[in-house]
């Protein structure tokens, strides 16, 4: 994979038809910016440019609005686009997130009239955000629960995998998925292995429950965003063991599922 990241990148046109067509470093598909090596880095950067131009209009206005109009506005101008297939960016490189992350803080500290260069984490904890991070993490265990529960989108739900316990233990009756075994960083990347990694770090009191009903699904989102609000979820570290050690189970406001 390696070897053909870097010969792609020494192509710089294509001839179609006897005309010779420039290659382009980057390409934009559904709003999402993909660039050379998958790294996202001119995808964030413009998302951070959209994100700040709109907190500078909220701040110059901010006196005008009260804490709850604030935080609305920053939520539909500002957050959905950091939410905007953040699922993508699992595995990024920490240059790519951390342009996000300040991008979220800025909008947090707008909201709060906060002081820009303050620790971020009592802000963001004190509105109820998950940081980019978390939220990416979020977004791929929503995807998983849905391709692994109702099987939709079905495009997804093919690379997910149920693995089969070798023997009858406690932690057998969990539904966990299987992990494939892939070398490479920029493999682990993907959904097939993104998705059962953060799934069966999830305790086993979210996994169990199928969760088909619309309102048990709110809760169920609620209480995953409680998980990884208390929690930090354990980073995938670059062994070759693929059973990371589940989160300690969290009972939140809305008791355990």
């Known amino acids: 994979m390696a070897n053909q990241l ?35 880095n001119e ?9 700040n131009y709109h907190a500078r209009a909220i701040r110059h206005v901010r006196h005008l609005l009260t804490e709850s109009v604030t935080q609305t506005l920053v939520c539909s101008l500002i957050n959905s686009r950091l939410d905007y297939c953040n699922s993508l960016l699992y595995g990024a490189p920490e240059t790519t997130v951390d342009k996000l992350k300040r991008a979220q803080n800025n909008a947090a500290s707008a909201v709060l009239s906060a002081n820009g260069r303050a ?13 980019v991070r978390q939220c990416i993490f979020y977004k791929t265990a929503v995807l998983a629960r849905r391709a692994n529960t109702a099987g939709v989108p079905a495009y997804l739900k093919e690379h997910l995998i ?24 920029f493999t682990r990347r ?6 059962p990694v953060i799934w069966n770090s999830l305790p086993t ?8 009903m619309l309102s048990y699904c709110a809760i169920w989102n609620i209480v995953l965003k409680d998980i990884l609000r208390h ?27």
């Open 190 to 195: 993907s959904f097939s292995y993104a998705a």
């Open 231 to 257: 929690s930090c979820l354990i980073a995938v570290t670059r062994s070759s063991d693929t059973s990371p050690a589940p989160l300690q189970p969290f009972v939140g406001i809305h008791g355990a599922l």
């Open 162 to 185: 149920q693995r089969v316990p070798s023997r009858q233990t406690h932690s057998a009756a969990s539904p966990l998925l299987s992990v494939p075994r892939l070398t490479t960083d």
């Open 119 to 131: 620790d971020a984490k009592p802000v963001l904890r004190q509105l109820h955000w998950l940081p």
């Open 205 to 212: 009191e979210v996994t169990r429950h199928p969760c088909h």
């Open 43 to 51: 995808h964030a950067t413009t998302v951070v440019k959209s994100c």
């Open 6 to 40: 870097r010969s792609a990148t020494s192509i710089n046109s294509v001839e179609v038809a006897g005309v010779a067509l420039p290659v382009a470093t980057t390409l934009k598909s559904l709003g999402v910016i993909l660039d050379q090596r998958l790294t996202f």
